[in-house]
T-cell receptor, first 115, second 108 residues
Framework: EAEVAQSPRYKITEKSQAVAFWCDPI?????LYWYRQILGQGPELLVQ????????DSQLPKDRFSAERLKGVDSTLKIQPAELGDSAMYLC?????????????FGPGTRLTVL | AQRVTQPEKLLSVFKGAPVELKCNYS??????LFWYVQYSRQRLQLLLR??SRESIKGFTADLNKGETSFHLKKPFAQEEDSAMYYC??????????FGTGTSLTVIP
């Protein structure tokens, strides 16, 4: 069964360093989402793509975060420089398209720890 | 402001007892609401969506616009229902808002 893939699964870094996370959505899914989930809270949407275009990045801290999906398939989320408060689980999800009835399929997440 | 509130962080019920997980939302338009579930060591996955008016694994949720609620219910809880449950709202601009989640434990 097709699944959303993410790597790495765990990342430990020191503050002020750069980190990058990778996501490979389910084949054929046009919409891709990046979420941040701080311990004890629900997922918070950071950015969503429709193919290679950003649909919404209003919650993305653009001074340090960037996301791209150059060919409309896999995607990279980068943080530079990382701060202590960035420690969280970063989740990627994909869906067929933006229509509501299309289910979002989530990846296993990347757990980031910033020291 | 668009917001989802799940007032209970933890909920414990006995096997066979009814269970209700509360969800309230804040949204000025016509809401689209979902329940997601995360079982231990598994990925977050969709449980049900209000637009489908479906029953999944015995769970149902009714949208009450007057009370701005979308509570999740099951008449007889099973041990395998123990999980983390998140209520989510699709707002304007295709933004998704998740609640803080409720951890359900079904006691054998």
């Amino acid at each position: 069964e097709a699944e959303v893939a993410q790597s790495p699964r765990y990342k430990i870094t020191e503050k002020s360093q750069a980190v990058a996370f990778w996501c490979d959505p389910i084949s054929g899914h046009a919409t891709l989402y990046w979420y941040r989930q701080i311990l004890g809270q629900g997922p918070e949407l950071l950015v969503q793509f429709q193919d290679e275009s950003v649909v919404d990045d209003s919650q993305l801290p653009k001074d340090r975060f960037s996301a791209e999906r150059l060919k409309g398939v896999d995607s990279t989320l980068k943080i530079q420089p990382a701060e202590l408060g960035d420690s969280a689980m970063y989740l990627c999800a994909s869906s067929l398209n933006l229509l509501s009835y299309n289910e979002q399929f989530f990846g296993p997440g990347t757990r980031l720890t910033v020291l | 402001a668009q917001r989802v509130t799940q007032p209970e962080k933890l909920l414990s019920v006995f096997k066979g007892a009814p269970v209700e997980l509360k969800c309230n939302y804040s949204y000025s338009g016509s809401p689209e609401l979902f329940w997601y579930v995360q079982y231990s060591r598994q990925r977050l996955q969709l449980l049900l969506r209000h637009i489908s008016r479906e029953s999944i694994k015995g769970f149902t949720a009714d949208l009450n616009k007057g009370e701005t609620s979308f509570h999740l219910k099951k008449p007889f809880a099973q041990e395998e229902d123990s999980a983390m449950y998140y209520c989510a709202l699709k707002g304007t601009g295709n933004q998704f808002y998740f609640g803080t989640g409720t951890s359900l434990t079904v006691i054998p």
